[in-house]
């Protein structure tokens, strides 16, 4: 698989928590009460996961 083709698809495993953190931020917004069961961090530890492998593929130099 070319790195660019992985690089797209890391791009859109990150978007999937990203849109979910979101929405569970939104959700605490609006006074739900049962949004502090740990899904910000867990979705936060994925995030920054992908963005780690993200950053790998970004600056890895040209053979």
């Given amino acids: ?5 992985y690089f797209g698809r890391l791009r859109s495993r ?26 910000t961090d867990e979705l936060l530890v994925q995030i920054s996961e ?3 492998s993200l950053s790998s593929l970004r600056y890895r130099r040209p053979r």
């Fill in 1 to 5: 698989m070319s790195v660019l083709r």
């Fill in 14 to 39: 990150r978007d999937s928590p990203e849109d979910r953190l979101h929405m569970h931020e939104a959700r605490r917004c609006f006074g739900s009460d049962d949004c502090e069961d740990g899904t």
């Fill in 50 to 52: 992908l963005d780690g």
